[in-house]
């Protein structure tokens, strides 16, 4: 039996903005009804602020959950701030989602992504449909395509099949693709790998300076904390750090847990945080 938290349960006995808006100014849709899930998320927006939203959904609980608390986390939010908001960021915000109902959120955060795709860009939901299925399928049971699977990759630090499963459902059923995901895995790691060594150590530095500014200093600031790069030698990379952090993605998580992980993440694999009074 999977451990729901209290807020995952009240979100699914009590969701949210359930129903449609006509006239919506973005719709977005994400999954299949054919797989077993679906989500449709209809926004309306004025002055580049989300004003009202509101979501129909076919799934499980965690489907419903994920759907409602993400109504919650963009209404009255503009249009930059709800592109930022993640499937991490849903799962936290539900207090988390068991490992094997994570694709829940990844749902929710591609639903989103397609209704915003669709208000930027102006493109039809049929054309957008069209793309996809131009997209190359790698598990057929659950419609989940190659780009699919990358960013969540990408975005989740996924390292094996069973996590790639968790988070997209691809390789659940017959498994037949299971060989596919763990190739796309490992081309990704090599990828990053390549990349991070191509790196001159002037635009290490800069790189780290910059994750710093956008996204970590970013994250802390929102508790009331900060952080101040002071050194960098090599691998090693000293820092200030002053208050707390709630959104950190495990509540256990240590601050400089959250700024090795996040520079580990986002720049090299071999980064080692030093905090210094």
Same mark, same amino acid.
């Given at each position: 039996?999977?451990?729901?938290s209290?807020?995952?349960?009240?979100?699914?006995?009590?969701?949210r903005?359930?129903?449609?808006i006509?006239?919506?100014?973005?719709?977005? !849709?994400?999954?299949?009804?054919?797989c077993g899930?679906?989500?449709? %998320?209809? #926004?309306? +927006?004025?002055n580049?602020?989300v004003t009202?939203a509101?979501?129909?959904t076919?799934?499980?609980?965690? *489907? !419903? *959950? =994920?759907?409602?608390?993400?109504?919650?986390?963009? %209404?009255?939010?503009?249009?930059?701030? !709800?592109?930022k908001?993640?499937?991490?960021? +849903?799962?936290?915000?539900?207090?988390?989602?068991p490992p094997?109902?994570m694709?829940c959120?990844?749902?929710g955060?591609?639903?989103l992504?397609? /209704?915003?795709?669709n208000?930027?860009?102006?493109?039809?939901?049929?054309e957008?449909?069209?793309?996809?299925v131009s997209?190359?399928i %790698?598990?057929?049971c659950?419609?989940?395509t190659?780009?699919?699977?990358?960013?969540a %990759?990408?975005?989740n630090g996924?390292?094996?099949?069973? $996590?790639?499963?968790?988070?997209?459902? &691809?390789?659940?059923?017959?498994?037949r693709c299971?060989? /596919?995901?763990k190739?796309i895995?490992d081309?990704?790691?090599?990828? $990053?790998?390549?990349?991070? =060594?191509?790196?001159?150590p /002037?635009?290490?530095?800069?790189?780290?300076?910059?994750v710093?500014?956008?996204?970590? &200093?970013?994250? #802390?600031?929102?508790?009331?904390g900060?952080?101040?790069?002071v050194?960098?030698d090599?691998?090693k990379?000293f820092?200030k750090?002053?208050?707390?952090? =709630?959104?950190?993605?495990?509540?256990?998580?240590?601050?400089?847990?959250?700024?090795e992980?996040?520079?580990?993440? *986002?720049?090299?694999?071999?980064?080692?945080?030093?905090?210094?009074?």
């Amino acid at each position: 039996m999977w451990d729901y938290s209290e807020k995952v349960i009240e979100h699914y006995r009590n969701p949210r903005n359930v129903g449609k808006i006509d006239n919506a100014d973005a719709i977005g !849709v994400a999954g299949s009804l054919a797989c077993g899930d679906q989500l449709k %998320i209809y #926004l309306k +927006i004025e002055n580049n602020i989300v004003t009202d939203a509101k979501f129909q959904t076919f799934g499980c609980g965690s *489907a !419903v *959950a =994920s759907s409602s608390i993400l109504t919650e986390m963009i %209404i009255g939010k503009t249009i930059d701030e !709800v592109k930022k908001i993640t499937n991490q960021d +849903i799962a936290d915000q539900l207090g988390g989602l068991p490992p094997e109902k994570m694709h829940c959120s990844v749902m929710g955060y591609e639903a989103l992504e397609d /209704a915003l795709k669709n208000y930027d860009d102006y493109v039809d939901l049929d054309e957008l449909r069209q793309e996809k299925v131009s997209e190359k399928i %790698i598990c057929t049971c659950f419609g989940v395509t190659e780009n699919q699977i990358w960013d969540a %990759i990408k975005h989740n630090g996924l390292k094996t099949v069973e $996590e790639v499963t968790n988070f997209t459902k &691809a390789g659940g059923a017959c498994g037949r693709c299971k060989e /596919a995901i763990k190739d796309i895995i490992d081309t990704y790691y090599k990828k $990053e790998a390549n990349e991070e =060594s191509s790196l001159s150590p /002037a635009q290490k530095i800069l790189k780290i300076s910059k994750v710093i500014e956008t996204q970590i &200093a970013a994250e #802390l600031q929102k508790d009331g904390g900060d952080i101040t790069l002071v050194d960098i030698d090599g691998p090693k990379v000293f820092v200030k750090l002053r208050g707390k952090c =709630s959104g950190c993605k495990n509540a256990m998580m240590t601050l400089k847990g959250f700024v090795e992980n996040t520079l580990k993440e *986002a720049v090299d694999r071999n980064i080692e945080v030093v905090e210094v009074e």
